[in-house]
């Protein structure tokens, strides 16, 4: 098992730019597929991007070419890079772990599929203001 401590979100305006940290217990880089998901008051979660063990890469369509998800391998630590950002990315992001991203990588990495994941973490809150 792997644990997972979110940290980085804030509120920030229209068209600002957060990095969210996920800090892992042990390393991930050869082990879980990684990926962040966000849930906003009222809606359900949904995939935002993932990244798998061998570099491949998936982002829900409203946050590509904004969003960058990334990992630091010598810190164990993955990154999501926020630019652009819009009110309506304002939401709880949580980081989570899969032991494989079967179900992503069977949509050719266009979707972030939340039944891969086993493994999450407790959330970090943005608010995007307009």
């Known amino acids: 098992q792997v644990q997972l401590v979110e940290s980085g979100g804030g509120s920030v305006q229209a068209g600002g730019s957060l990095r969210l940290s996920c800090a892992a217990s042990k390393e991930t880089r050869d082990t879980y597929c990684m990926g962040w998901f966000r849930q906003a008051p009222g809606k359900e979660r949904e995939g935002v991007a993932a990244?798998?063990?061998?570099?491949?890469?998936a982002y829900a369509d409203s946050v590509k070419g904004r969003f960058t998800i990334s990992r630091d391998n010598a810190k164990n630590t993955l990154y999501l890079q926020m630019n652009s950002l819009k009110p309506e990315d304002t939401a709880m992001y949580y980081c989570?772990?899969?032991?494989?991203?079967?179900?992503?990588?069977?949509?050719?990495?266009?979707?972030?599929?939340?039944?891969?994941?086993?493994?999450w973490g407790q959330g970090t809150q943005v608010t995007v203001s307009s």
């Open positions: 989570a772990a899969a032991d494989v991203c079967l179900a992503t990588r069977a949509v050719s990495y266009i979707l972030v599929v939340e039944s891969d994941f086993g493994y």
């Open positions: 990244l798998d063990t061998d570099g491949s890469t």
